[in-house]
């Protein structure tokens, strides 16, 4: 075509090379976030330990709005044990393999995860900074406490179906 | 500017009747000798408190004096007495020569915030009458009504104290209890930090350089401030603006009408004002309002010229109308549904992109949480682990499988990804909107046209069954139609011209505001303030060496325009002073204040109190010195007071060559007195 576009003239000629550029990953798959995560919910439970159960149950209710509103209203007694989602998020697990190789968090019989003396610190220096996981602090501090491990079961096993 | 403390009288009543002393300062240097507990401080925070100041000390509540004064003191012969009753008088004077007394009870039946002022030197002149005033202290309002004893003291100073920005609030006044310790440096506190130990619980913002500015009557802070205003002043300009423009818009847009070339955002340029017009939505598109008027004119000027026909001669062609118009109206209709249809579709499509961007932004924040995360980290351990702790491997940030991915974006260019996706949306919302509004103008117009259009419908079929003789109605209502039309643009034309004379006044403020701020000077400083500034660091320099200054070179000193602390090239003295040189440069930078008052236009009262010049952290030479310098204030006509308990020999040899009043006490200061008037 004789009117065809400048660039395309331009294009034409030109030596073209390709580079793999990285790929984007989501903040809530990011090693810091789901480290961090694992350590304010173990934090903020009683003891300082949480069953997997129960950690599973917040990783997946702690990333969206929505999540979070459920596992509120479960305690809140405005949703019963079944009308909340539960997921077992698969970077759960590698966020506790790399604490507990870092020596931040112990893992009891593959059961429950403590927080060791490092963890405690590294937490309590994550939840001082009022700046950093604003949303998520607020729910785990309100949620992990009260989050026993009856209610957990309830929610996992879905005993009111039977 | 200036205040001279004349005469103090500290009082007890005890069992065994009056104890008190009595105290004459005079102008140059006085220096206060009394050895160690026996009432020195009594004295000094004896004037702090009688000017109601005690809250310069600490925010407690309770009376800053030593025993003496409160419960029991100390005879010459070793003996405690007890005290029922005491009072303080101060007489200072002010630089109109006007001299006041201020009492202020301590122990007594009185209450302790209420203060007696004596208009004349009732200590001096004991027998005399002068009319007496009562204000109080400490409690909210004393330093801002007029029965507050602040307010009274900051007058008779010749003062008028700032409002200053604070924590809680937008403006609160510079109290007096922040501007006296920069020429009143008291023992506990006092000494331990340059400009001065300011309180800082009355939440006030940068209070030191707010003191320092105040005393040295720096332009500085009334720049600041009108920057500050000018900026809140264009703010609201911006918003007025953006109101009538918003205003204007939606009562154009009900009629089917838009804003052209009208500038949506505050110009100073009030001329392009006049390039603003109104278009209008026509079945052509949008037209200029002033060619669509020209155009409705010239139609009823044509309908005016014609005779209105009668319905019988006109039949043929009312009936063809009619046919016209019908199909001229279905027309419109499918028009506005098809809009219709699309606007509905678009709602979705913009909850969709709303949707979007908030995903987004969620994103974006968690991205930007990991960023401060990874700056988190202990000795052994951190929060993104580049190698794995019990292999070594390498390992990509991210906690999905570690072979999900051929390379993981840096967190950076992942949090600018996420940037530009983001405009990128928002770009797209910003566009949708704005169809969305033409769309609703397209519809108001539509809306507007098959309204006229079935209204000529009626008026036709009217016509056609009318009798043939009557003149014909439609004709009659498309004039009719054609003038209300006409008038309605013209009253949006109106509507648009008020707006444009309200904006054309606004560019012309702001036009003035941005004037005013150019005029501003560039960094904060005004040349006279660098001046005054400039001779407080000669003065700081030239004292430093003359006190024996030795950590580094006394030429390498100078005062920051930005904290008006002293520094050493730019760099702020920190620890590498040694304690002597710390407490020589204390000595300077009070000095060099009360020195640059007595060429410069400040607020300095003239009056410089030292409360135990920690001499024993400096050298003799340097103290003697200091005293040397400090009784040059009588010749500038200041007034500097010393107390001390150094080493009386030490001390009289050196005040003897010295031009000073001596106040010495040989023993406690508080001596049975003859009379209750001393």
Known sequence: MPNESPFQAILADAEFTFTARPEPVAGDLRMAWGISVLLLSVFYSRGKKASFQKLQFLAHAVRLKEGREEATGLIENRYRPLDVSVRVEPWLNRAVAFAHSMGLVSVNKGLTVGLTEQGVKAAEMIAADGDVLVDERVFLAKISPRLTDAIMKSVWHGEELL | ?678
Not at chain 2, 29 to 39: E, P
Not at chain 2, 45 to 72: D, F
Not at chain 2, 275 to 284: E, H
């Open chain 2, 1 to 678: 500017m200036s205040c001279m403390l004349r005469s103090l009288r500290l009082r007890a009543l005890t069992p065994d009747g009056w104890y008190g002393a009595h105290l004459g300062f005079k102008d140059g240097l006085n220096v206060l000798w009394a050895d160690n507990t026996m009432g020195k401080s009594t004295c000094i925070q004896g004037m702090i408190y009688v000017l109601g100041l005690e809250r310069m000390l600490s925010p407690r509540r309770e009376i800053p004096l030593p025993h003496a004064m409160t419960s029991y003191l100390t005879t010459d012969g070793g003996k405690n007495v007890r005290v029922m009753q005491s009072d303080i008088s101060l007489e200072i004077e002010n630089s109109a020569g006007v001299v006041i007394t201020v009492h202020r009870p301590v122990l007594s039946s009185f209450d302790d915030r209420l203060i007696t002022v004596s208009h004349g030197p009732s200590l001096t002149n004991p027998d005399d009458q002068f009319r007496e005033q009562k204000f109080f202290v400490r409690d909210p309002g004393a330093a801002q009504r007029e029965d507050g004893f602040h307010y009274f003291l900051e007058q008779f100073l010749g003062w008028q104290l700032p409002k200053v920005r604070g924590y809680e609030k937008d403006e609160v006044k510079l109290y007096l209890e922040t501007v006296f310790p920069m020429f009143w440096v008291e023992q506990k506190s006092g000494w331990s930090s340059i400009p001065a130990a300011i309180p800082t619980y009355f939440r006030i913002k940068e209070v030191h350089k707010r003191a320092v500015e105040f005393i040295l009557s720096l332009e500085a802070y009334e720049i600041e401030r009108q920057r500050e205003q000018l900026n809140e002043r264009l703010n609201a300009l911006t918003r007025e603006w953006e109101i009538r423009w918003n205003d204007l818009g939606q009562h154009l847009g009900r009629s089917g009408a838009r804003i052209e070339s009208l500038s949506q955002r505050p110009t100073a340029d009030g001329d392009s004002l006049s390039k603003g017009f109104i278009s209008v939505a026509t079945l052509a598109g949008w037209v200029p309002l002033d060619d669509h008027a020209r155009a409705l004119r010239e139609k009823l000027a044509d309908l005016d010229r014609q005779e209105v026909p009668t319905v019988a001669s006109n039949a043929p062609a009312i009936e063809a109308k009619l046919a016209e118009i019908s199909n001229f109206a279905d027309e419109l209709n499918r028009e506005r549904l098809v809009i219709k249809q699309l606007n509905g579709i678009k709602r979705t499509d913009k909850e969709a992109l709303e949707r979007r961007i908030q995903t987004l932004k969620e994103d974006l924040t968690k991205n930007q949480d990991v960023q401060k995360l990874q700056r988190f980290s202990g000795v052994q351990w951190s929060l993104s682990p580049d190698r794995c702790p019990t292999c070594e491997q390498a390992l990509g940030d991210t906690l999905l499988s570690q072979n999900a991915l051929a390379s993981v974006m840096p967190i950076e260019d992942n949090i600018s990804y996420i940037k530009s996706e983001l405009s990128m949306f928002e770009g797209i919302l910003h566009r949708e909107n704005e169809e969305t509004k033409e769309r609703e103008g397209k519809l108001a117009q539509l809306s507007r046209d098959i309204n006229d259009a079935y209204y000529q419908i009626r008026t036709l079929r009217a016509d056609l069954v009318a009798p043939g003789g009557s003149a014909s109605a439609s004709v009659i209502q498309e004039k009719v139609m054609t003038e209300r039309r006409i008038k309605d643009f013209d009253d949006l034309q109106s509507a648009f011209d008020q707006v444009v004379t309200a904006l054309e006044q606004l560019a012309e403020t702001y036009r003035d505001t941005l004037k005013e701020k150019s005029e501003l000077p560039d960094d904060e400083l005004s040349d006279s303030d660098k001046a005054k500034i400039g001779k407080l660091s000669d003065l700081l320099r030239a004292q430093a060496r003359q006190f024996g200054f030795s950590t580094f070179s006394p030429e390498e000193l100078s005062i920051s325009p930005d904290t008006y602390r002293p520094e050493k090239e730019g760099f702020e003295i920190g620890f590498e002073t040694s304690a002597s040189d710390a407490i020589r440069l204390k000595w300077a930078y009070q000095l060099a204040l009360l020195e640059t008052a007595s060429s410069e236009n400040t607020n300095h009262p003239g009056l410089l109190v030292f409360d135990e010049p920690r001499q024993q952290s400096s050298s003799r030479v340097s103290f003697e010195q200091l005293l040397k310098r400090a009784s040059l204030s009588k010749r500038r006509g200041q007034q500097v007071i010393f107390s001390t308990s150094e080493d009386l020999s030490v001390l009289t040899e050196i005040i003897s060559s010295l031009d000073c009043n001596r106040i010495i006490f040989q023993g406690h200061i508080l001596q049975p007195l003859a009379t209750a008037h001393g």
